[in-house]
């Protein structure tokens, strides 16, 4: 009798099924039909030289702490494991770790590739978030962020390239596409050709690409076929869709993907069992929650470029035809997701004036999740970021960054057109 099963096989099923079962055997949790929640911080050794054993493999194998018995659940635990091997299966990746938060991903990918001496080239503008660490933490330890003006433009990110080879070997691209809150289209291939480049002249060191595909996530956007090294998300988002859990995860080769999860091992950033329980859950209805948000992103997004109110609006599926950035879409992703931004005519007191007129929509941070969201990004999730260099990657006080959720569209669409109203 064969022991094959289909769904051992994540190219031989859809995302939709890949997100409800894939990795878990019923029989391995006394039948149970959904995964278990494994509360427990330790993991007993049926023997002493088990217990070496499973410490030789977590630290010396191939791709650490996959291929290991459980230890501690600091290092990996049950639901964990789980999460990573569905995960990867949804990015088409070899190996997933997951984190606490998609800062504790970022930061582990810029610990792991980078250190004093080395350059890091980026795409603009970068959430908030991401700006201040690479800025921050990163500058203080000896390596000299690059910002690339044109991540589209081959002569823009040569320009960027021969900058920061300057101050030191590039270890590191970081690519944020779409950029947060501005939708910014990056070419990731052509960014990966350039890192190619550099090895030859960086006497064989090639820069790690990682691209925070977090704005589209693994249903619209696979980074990795098109030339990435590593995948970033922050699974709050998407993913986990609800607004009720933080984590992050980074998809990639196993060897990529297995010093992360050491490196996690030592920051003590792993995603803890019951969180990945949550994100489990949630995966299950990601691609439901995903078609819904889609939809109901686009219809909003026609309505508020048609109002006479609303300056511009960055949804992508509005890219023109024959432009570079519509090229690259086209090529790069399969839909245009439910997060963009759009510019009221007026400025903050206006911006005020709709946010605290809305009643549907729930004025917060982030995004991705059943409910819609919406903010102010000058003023909050890129309030860090300085002034000068919010207003060069144009996110002014105008602009509103807004997350469609899985309401009813009318709803959305009377909400907003209330608040506009409301603009004096």
């Avoid at 878990?24 to 088990?50: E, M, N, R």
Wanted: charged share 20%; with cysteine; net charge negative.
């Amino acid at each position: 009798m064969s022991t094959d099963r289909s769904d051992d096989r994540p190219d031989a099923l859809h995302p939709d099924t890949l997100a409800v079962g894939f990795g878990y055997d019923p029989q391995d949790a006394f039948g149970a039909v959904k995964p278990p929640v494994i509360l427990t911080s330790t993991f007993a050794y049926p023997s002493a030289a088990a217990a070496k054993q499973a410490h030789r493999d977590y630290f010396d194998g191939a791709g650490p702490g996959r291929d290991a018995d459980f230890i501690y659940a600091r290092l990996d635990h049950p639901g964990l494991a789980l999460l990573e091997k569905r995960f990867a299966a949804l990015e088409g990746a070899e190996d997933a770790a997951g984190f606490a938060s998609g800062m504790a991903a970022i930061s582990a990918v810029l610990l792991a590739h980078l250190k004093p001496g080395d350059s890091v080239l980026h795409t603009r503008p970068l959430y908030g978030g991401t700006h201040g660490l690479l800025h921050g933490p990163i500058a203080g330890i000896g390596v000299t962020p690059v910002a690339i003006g044109d991540a589209l433009d081959a002569a823009s990110v040569d320009e960027a390239t021969d900058t920061a080879s300057r101050h030191g070997p590039v270890g590191l691209i970081f690519v944020e596409t779409p950029a947060n809150p501005t939708n910014g289209i990056s070419n990731i291939a052509m960014i990966a050709r350039a890192a190619d480049a550099l090895a030859g002249r960086q006497s064989g060191r090639r820069p790690v690409v990682v691209v925070d595909n977090t704005f589209l996530g693994s249903l619209l956007q696979a980074p990795l076929k098109h030339g990435a090294d590593l995948s970033m998300t922050s699974l709050t988002k998407y993913a986990g869709g609800h607004s009720d859990l933080i984590g992050g995860a980074v998809s990639g080769d196993k060897a990529m993907v297995g010093p992360l999860r050491r490196l996690r091992t030592l920051l003590g950033t792993h995603l803890d069992p019951f969180t990945s329980w949550l994100a489990l859950r949630s995966l299950e209805t990601f691609p439901l929650r995903n078609a819904r948000a889609n939809a109901n992103a686009a219809v909003v997004a026609a309505f508020l470029r048609d109002h006479p109110n609303v300056a511009d609006v960055s949804f992508l599926g509005f890219l023109e035809p024959g432009t570079p950035a519509r090229a690259v879409f086209d090529r790069q992703c399969t839909g245009a997701g439910s997060t963009f931004s759009f510019r009221i005519r007026g400025g903050e007191a206006e911006a005020f004036a709709l946010l605290d007129h809305l009643r549907v929509f729930r004025m917060a941070v982030s995004l991705g999740g059943t409910e819609s969201l919406i903010c102010h990004s000058a003023s909050t999730t890129h309030y860090s970021v300085p002034p000068e260099i919010r207003r060069e990657v144009g996110v002014d006080d105008a602009t509103l960054r807004i997350s469609i959720g899985i309401e009813h569209p009318d709803d959305l669409i009377a909400d907003l057109a209330s608040a506009l109203e409301a603009i004096p």
